[in-house]
């Protein structure tokens, strides 16, 4: 039987971990993570969730730690936040690149210098190219549904896969949860079935060297596993709403049907965005919002079929690639290139550390989009200048 | 020399085959560490010679698995192998780190203080060749006092002693640690395999002469190996609970320092005074154990002083 509770995203996470039945948790504290492994490791030492928790001392054997676990043949969990992702950085390629099905939550936090603990994209939008897969989550049902989501794609495309949702907004603010029904959990996710694993009696070396010869094969199984990817998250994230009433897909459409104006958001700002979007209706634009929710594998077919033909579009990034762009505005542009009726698309800075980006935020960006005349390289929203 | 109670497995569970050079005092270490540990053991293995010797991605040359792992995390990736195969069931399995000087002295040493703190139950090893020498012979901090190394040149050789990692680990206080000589092998099989029934964290350091690093031919290796514990450079014992110390061995007649300097060109540059030097730091250090002997045990009489050792 599900049942509801009111939970902060941290524990969210938690509870969607525990449901998940992981078996091996390596964790550092880290604000604003620490929740996650807080109430992970009091559940491990209540004897409520079966697994070994590892207290590590920093983020870097946390990973290590997730790493070697899963290749002996177990599900393996952690979390952390900005510095300690960045720590992780060396093993994230290494989980990578050895298709170990970790899962990993992120708590979206900028980055330092100057110190700061509140969200940004920055920290999880760095680790972009390690071969991980990445959802981003708008509440925190979400990110409770997509732990035990991201083990189910993880563990067949053999590569990990991070959920990541903003700090404090999502972290610690409380919402209604509904925990689904264990039993149902367990049928959506049977237990982990490894390819390969590190055990006595089986003497084989798992990540030796790969010379010129060799090495670029892998590679190119990493694209084709994440590339596979791409259906399996829709396959699975309509078996989940089927299953527990929810489904979920790599982008999402709202209000799209007759959308002539498009905004592009990713995170919890989209419920945000939602607000606006309508107020927008109830003065008669065509507005429509697209939640980007995964960005790894990159959900190419889809975002063209919902974008293609659009008056225009704006993409609103809570992350900046120094010297470049927004990293979502980025990725949206170079998805769209290949189509003849494109639309102009805008890309907006907000929000970085933790900035509120509020409903009229929003509703402005939507007007400023619809007047531009010409593109800009890079539009700032609530800088002080 | 006499060959009596030569008491050493047979089975071996390295294959030739392996990438390691002649006289490879690292390759040397794991066939007779595999001895005693036998096939009901994996091993990890971070960025090292051994990352090399073990064979690439289409050839193994161990009848154990090895997962191989990145430079700074050999301790923990072993732990993690250990609590992976533990929820699987596969609870005794031995689980060893197999990791070089640089991978211990330097860049591991703080998953290692981590994971000997929280006492994990693995074996540590560490096969000492003092440099980094799969990236061509530059110092560590395991490289001694006056060595040439890539980083370290002639006229500017290194300038501090090499640090004392079994100190380190004593002051965790781990249940069991032990240094090790390639060169006298019973000793290397009984500690290895007394480490393999222990639980807990181990740590098991392994003096392994490196010819190409050491500017030496390759088949004096276990000749040198041997001259460095004759010479107390690398003195052999244990230590339990980081409290109790056991010398393992003392040379009938401890030999002067050159002896063992001499045959290597790592060490050609050295002066007189430097000998000199050397030699007041061994007997130094060689006294300090001692004395933890003698505080364990009340005596320095039952410290095994064989002939055949020699």
Not at chain 2, 213 to 240: H, N
Request: proline fraction near 5%; glycine fraction near 6%; charged fraction near 20%.
């Amino acid at each position: 039987m599900s049942i509801k509770k009111v939970l902060t995203g941290n524990h969210a996470v938690s509870y969607g971990a525990m449901a998940s039945r992981v078996q091996v948790i390596s964790a550092y504290p880290i604000t604003p993570q620490t929740q996650v492994v807080e109430l992970l490791s009091e559940l491990v030492a209540d004897g409520k969730l079966d697994a070994i928790f590892v207290n590590v001392e920093s983020e870097h054997s946390a990973m290590s730690a997730c790493i070697s676990a899963s290749a002996a043949g177990a599900r393996a969990f952690t979390a952390t936040s900005a510095q300690g992702l960045a720590l992780m950085h060396e093993m994230l390629h290494w989980a990578a690149g050895a298709r170990l099905p970790i899962v990993l939550a992120d708590i979206n936090r900028a980055m330092a210098p100057p110190w700061t603990i509140w969200t940004d994209q920055n920290d999880s939008l760095s680790q972009r190219d390690t071969g991980w897969m990445q959802i981003y989550v708008e509440s925190n049902q979400e990110a409770f549904d997509s732990i035990i989501l991201a083990y189910k794609v993880a563990e067949q495309v053999f590569l990990p896969c991070m959920v990541v949702l903003d700090a404090f907004v999502l972290s610690h603010t409380s919402e209604p949860i509904e925990i689904h029904d264990q039993e149902k959990i367990d049928e959506y996710l049977p237990p982990y079935r490894p390819m390969v694993t590190i055990e006595p009696g089986k003497p084989i070396g798992y990540g030796a060297l790969a010379a010129p010869d060799t090495y670029m094969e892998f590679r190119y199984k990493m694209q084709r596993a994440m590339e596979n990817a791409v259906e399996i998250f829709e396959k699975e994230g309509k078996l989940f709403g089927d299953m527990f009433g929810h489904s979920y897909d790599l982008v999402e459409p709202y209000m799209m049907d007759d959308a002539e104006y498009v905004i592009i958001t990713v995170g919890a700002v989209t419920s945000t965005a939602r607000v606006a979007i309508q107020e927008l209706r109830k003065k008669g634009e065509k507005a429509g919002l697209l939640k980007f929710r995964v960005l790894r594998p990159f959900p190419f077919e889809k975002l063209r079929e919902l974008l293609s033909g659009r008056k225009k579009v704006a993409v609103i990034d809570r992350n900046i690639s120094f010297g470049h762009h927004g990293i979502f505005y980025q990725e949206v542009k170079s998805a769209l290139y290949p189509l003849s009726n494109r639309p102009p698309v805008f890309g907006y800075i907000a929000g970085l550390g933790g900035r509120d980006i509020t409903v009229s935020d929003v509703v402005d960006i939507y007007e400023d989009m619809k007047k531009r005349e010409t593109l800009e390289e890079i539009i700032w929203k609530g800088v002080k200048l | 020399m006499i060959m009596k109670n030569w008491q050493i497995p047979e089975k071996e569970l390295l294959f030739s085959g392996h990438a390691a050079c002649q006289g490879c005092g690292g390759a040397l270490a794991m066939r007779l560490a595999l001895k005693a540990l036998g096939e009901n053991s994996v091993a990890t293995i971070p960025a090292c010679c051994w990352t090399i010797i073990s064979g690439d991605v289409l050839y193994h040359a161990l009848k154990v698995p090895v997962f191989h792992t990145a430079f700074e995390t050999a301790a923990i990736s072993a732990a993690g192998l250990k609590a992976g195969l533990s929820v699987r069931g596969l609870k005794d399995a031995t689980v060893f780190a197999w990791a070089g000087d640089g991978g211990t002295f330097d860049i591991g040493i703080q998953a290692i203080s981590g994971a000997a703190e929280r006492n994990e139950d693995i074996i540590y090893f560490v096969y000492d060749n003092e440099a980094y020498m799969n990236t061509g012979i530059q110092r560590s901090s395991a490289t001694p006092w006056g060595a040439w190394t890539t980083t370290t040149p002639v006229k500017h050789p290194e300038d501090k002693p090499k640090k004392n990692i079994d100190e380190i680990l004593a002051a965790h206080k781990i249940p069991y640690q032990a240094t090790v000589n390639v060169a006298y092998p019973e000793d290397f099989i009984r500690k290895v395999t007394k480490a393999k029934n222990v639980k807990g964290f181990r740590f098991i350091h392994i003096f392994a002469p490196c010819p190409p690093g050491w500017k030496m031919a390759s088949d004096i290796s276990i000749q040198v190996a041997r001259l460095a514990t004759q010479t107390a450079i690398f003195p052999l014992y244990e230590i339990e609970n980081g409290r109790n110390y056991t010398v393992s061995y003392l040379p009938p007649n401890k030999l002067p320092v050159i002896e063992y300097l001499k045959m290597q060109g790592r060490f050609k540059h050295l002066k007189e005074e430097d000998v000199e030097h050397i030699q007041r730091m061994v007997d130094e250090n060689l006294d300090y154990i001692l004395k933890k002997h003698e505080l364990t045990h009340g005596t320095l009489e039952n410290i095994p002083r064989p002939e055949f050792y020699k």
